[in-house]
């Protein structure tokens, strides 16, 4: 029997496992969290008792649905689970995984990358500091723990998670200062009535939770700074979109730019990238139904952003071109059906990408003393001067400026670095160089290490 | 590091009925409840989990989703572990930087 790997056991992961069981394949299946979930339907660990309505709102019945499929197949062992398990890399048709158990080898044939995404960050000034996080952080705080990341948060950046997160803090009884939106109203407004002829439902949702915030939500808002004491934050400065000057009290700050596709193990398995006008960012280059290399799959928000339900398609796609591939029947009409779901999702995606755009000015303008990276403490300046010794390409500027080295691999610096370098040697950032993922995806014991020989 | 009874960094907003845990930073015993990570329970009655080593900033976990490395602490045997996606357990013993030296209370 065909063995396929599945990374991720997110909505896109979970459904794929789900489809190649049905078919009568026994799948792997490795995941970081303690349960299969993922971030959006991530479940909190035993012991905790909210509804799942109170963990994931309108959302509630397709994560109960997916969580009950997902554990079924695995507890009749027709999927083989992984739970906090991380794949470091890929050797010679092995990937190295390291789980509580240490390290391990798993061999397969086919792999099924649904690795999911993270908050897209740009820098201001303070943002080094203790008490400030990303937004989904937050909303997994709230999810996972039950708790709030402070007493007087402000959630600022721009994207649908914004209003979500600040949404589901109130409705949880968190106290949330401000709701610091840095994309205009007249871009929402170009971008939600794309949004709104692709799935009106959806958009309508998302208007109504921005009208529960009130006058806590300001739009097209520019930061200046983060100003912290002792114990963390204690206010975040910024301007109205009409340019007055605010200095917010507050404990807490989250911040993210909508979402970056998590790419590590796509680029060490080998896939072509290319730049994205629309994303403002690399993505993997993969066909409609996924296919991004030799017996190599991407789905869900690792491949397009296009959230939860985007993601479930995607993997029930990529699952079935899979099928297909090894030679088992695959319903076309199936396949069909989610191909025409998928092209609706894209459609409201790229609204909201128009909607809530990357703060490229604020950026580019960040003063040169500004933290870029968070793991080094390597400010702006730093990168800046670096452009002028090693030229436009970033994998260059890394390796002399270390920005992208740190224990987050250039996940959290690594946008903001490019977009600087772009602008210090006033090219498209498109030209500035894509910097390139070195294995292992995540930290790990130098033992855990010797099996993946670098092939470079 | 700031520790004990007084309110940390995080509130908690439900489920707080669970079982009680207790565990040890830098020789000094904090409580949580059961399912807490370790970046929960140590926040919960503090203010931040350790010093930064690059610069002069306190760090307090970033992502909670095991992506920036930000939230690292050390048991006192054995390896390092990321606090936001560790389940505490009762008589965990931690350390808020890898030193040898801990029994004097560290940061
Ligand atoms: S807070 Fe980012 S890895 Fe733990």
């Known amino acids: 029997m065909s063995r396929v790997l599945i990374v991720g056991a997110g909505p896109a992961g979970m459904r794929a496992a789900d489809i190649l069981a049905e078919a009568g394949l026994v799948p792997t299946v490795v995941d970081e969290g303690e349960k299969a979930g993922g971030q959006i339907y991530r479940r909190p660990p035993d012991g905790f008792t909210r509804s799942p309505k109170a963990l994931y709102g309108s959302e509630a019945v397709k994560a109960v649905r997916l969580h009950r499929i997902f554990d079924e197949w695995a507890r009749q062992r027709r999927v083989t689970y992984h739970s906090r398990s991380s794949v470091l890399g890929f050797s010679e048709g092995e990937a190295m995984v390291l789980g509580p158990e240490g390290q391990i080898a798993i061999p397969y044939d086919r792999l099924i990358l649904a690795t999911g995404a993270y908050d897209r960050l740009a820098p201001l000034p303070g943002w080094e500091q203790a008490g400030i996080y990303s937004l989904g952080a937050a909303q997994i705080a709230l999810k996972a723990q039950g708790v709030a990341l402070g007493r007087r948060i402000v959630l600022a950046g721009s994207g649908p998670l914004l209003t979500l997160v600040a949404h589901q803090l109130r409705a949880a009884g968190a106290g949330v200062a401000a709701v610091l939106d840095t994309a205009p109203l007249s871009m929402q407004l170009r971008g939600g009535s794309r949004m ?31 100003e912290s004491g002792q114990d963390g934050p204690s206010a975040i400065h910024w301007r109205d979109a009409r340019n007055r000057l605010h200095a917010t009290a507050c404990d807490t700050v989250a911040l993210g730019w909508h979402l970056q596709a998590e790419t590590v193990l796509a680029d060490l398995a080998g896939v072509t990238f290319d730049w994205s006008d629309t994303w403002a960012q690399w993505l993997p280059r993969a066909d409609a139904e996924g296919r991004a290399g030799d017996r190599l799959y991407l789905a869900g928000d690792g491949l397009r952003i296009l959230g939860a339900d985007g993601a479930e398609t995607a993997g029930r796609l990529a699952a079935r071109a899979c099928l297909a591939d090894l030679g088992h029947p695959v319903s076309g009409r199936d396949q069909y059906r989610d191909l025409r779901r998928l092209t609706r999702m894209r459609r409201f995606a790229q609204g909201v990408a128009h909607a809530f755009p990357w703060p490229a000015a604020m950026v580019r303008g960040m003063p040169d003393e500004t933290v870029i990276c968070r793991c080094e403490g390597i400010r702006a300046g730093e990168l800046r001067s670096t452009v002028l010794l090693a030229g436009a390409e970033a994998n260059r500027v890394k390796s002399l400026g270390r920005v992208g080295m740190g224990r987050c691999q250039g996940r959290y610096c690594g946008r903001a670095g490019t977009e600087l370098i772009a602008a210090e040697a006033g090219v498209e950032v498109a030209n500035a160089g894509r910097l390139r993922s070195q294995p292992p995806a995540r930290p790990a014991p130098i033992a855990a290490l010797c099996r993946l020989a670098p092939e470079e | 590091m700031k520790l004990a009874k ?10 707080t009925s669970r079982r009680p845990v207790r565990f040890h930073v830098d020789g000094v015993e904090m409580r949580a409840l059961r399912g807490d990570t370790v970046l929960t329970g140590i926040l919960a009655s503090a203010t931040y989990l350790r010093q930064a080593e690059f610069g002069p900033e306190k760090r307090a976990g970033f992502c909670l989703m095991g992506a920036c490395q930000d939230c690292w602490i050390w048991q006192e045997h054995g390896p390092r572990l990321r606090a936001c996606s560790t389940l505490l357990h009762d008589g965990m013993r931690l350390l808020s930087q890898p030193s040898q030296d801990w029994t004097g209370g560290g940061s």
């Open chain 2, 6 to 15: 007084e309110p940390g960094r995080l509130q908690r907003l439900s489920e």
């Open chain 1, 196 to 226: 709104l002829a692709a799935r009106p439902f959806v958009t309508a949702r998302g208007a109504f939770m921005r009208v529960g915030l009130g006058r806590l939500y300001h739009a097209g808002a520019r930061l200046e700074r983060i």
